[in-house]
């Protein structure tokens, strides 16, 4: 697979608004090829066998109990709210 060239990094830093001098572009096609050779390793893990997950533990709606307690009276809810004049 051909490497990143100093044109693409060239044409990425404009997009991204950067000013990149010669040596800068040589670096960074070398940081971004080591970039994309590991995502390259990473799309080639055999993933048939591995089943999608979304959490490591089996946990479904692990909830508190809903216990219905004593709470304030709307007249105590609203003591503290400004007055409103009735409509």
């Known amino acids: 697979m051909p490497g990143i060239t100093r044109e693409e990094v060239a044409h990425l830093a404009r997009l991204a608004r950067l000013e990149l001098k010669g040596e800068e572009l040589d670096h960074f096609a070398g940081q971004l090829d080591d970039i994309i050779g590991a995502v390259a390793r990473v799309s080639e893990v055999a993933d048939q066998d591995v089943p999608p997950t979304s959490h490591p533990l089996p946990l479904t709606n692990v909830?508190?109990?809903?216990?219905?307690?004593?709470?304030?009276?709307?007249?105590?809810?609203?003591?503290?709210?400004?007055?409103?004049?009735?409509?």
């Not at 307690?69 to 007249?75: A, F, K, Q, V």
């Open 63 to 87: 909830m508190r109990a809903d216990v219905v307690r004593p709470s304030l009276t709307p007249e105590q809810a609203l003591s503290g709210a400004p007055a409103q004049e009735q409509q």
